[in-house]
């Protein structure tokens, strides 16, 4: 048995450290980067791996500050970001399909009604979790991931209709970024 902690002289930090996951365009190395007061120092960021500088259209962007909402993406300057609970789409999508074959089960072998039962079990079960997730900002324009920082309440949820716009620039901010010809 363990002896209660003392009191702490302010509320313990339940949020995940700041940090950024982006990825190099180039060699596609993947780095998680914390957000810290040395980073808020720097300016640019360029890749450990190709050493390519990642920078967006209008030069590199700001590096964010630790206990501040992200205003623009520190690798490509980016303005355009969204909201969204920190999961894996193909875990999310694995855990729906398997409540969905368990209630069926439970259906056919014991009765309808235990099933549906079951299924909203399942499906409580899940929203409760999904509820305690934490909400991370993404880029629209190079995907990158900021955790562990307060929301900007100027952003909203995943619109496809700002991914689709991003696409075309996502090209373009590549084709710049790697030097190739048009
Ligand atoms: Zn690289
Ligand atoms: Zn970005």
């Known amino acids: 048995m363990s002896t209660p902690s003392p009191p702490r ?11 950024v996951q982006y990825a190099c365009p180039r060699c596609e190395e ?23 500088e990642l920078r967006g259209p209008e030069g590199p962007g700001a590096a964010p500050r630790p206990g501040q909402a992200v205003e623009r993406c520190w690798i490509c300057g980016s303005s355009a970001l969204y909201v969204q609970k920190d999961f894996n789409r193909e875990l999310g999508f694995m855990i729906v399909v398997a409540s969905a074959m368990i209630s069926f089960l439970v259906m056919l072998l014991v009765g309808p009604f235990e099933g549906m039962v079951c299924l909203g079990g ?27 920082l ?17 696409k075309k620039l996502r090209q373009r901010w590549l084709r710049d970024l790697l030097g190739e010809g048009p």
């Open 9 to 19: 002289p302010w509320p313990a930090r339940k949020a995940a450290p700041s940090s």
């Open 30 to 52: 993947v780095f998680l980067r914390a957000v810290d007061a040395a980073a808020a120092a720097e300016h640019g960021l360029a890749c450990s791996h190709c050493a390519l």
């Open 122 to 148: 399942i499906a409580l079960a899940d929203w409760l979790v999904y509820r305690k997730l934490a909400d991370v900002t993404v880029c629209y324009l190079c995907q990158s991931i900021y955790r562990g």
């Open 150 to 166: 307060p929301l900007n309440e100027a952003h909203r949820g995943f619109y496809l209709g700002l991914e689709e716009k991003h």
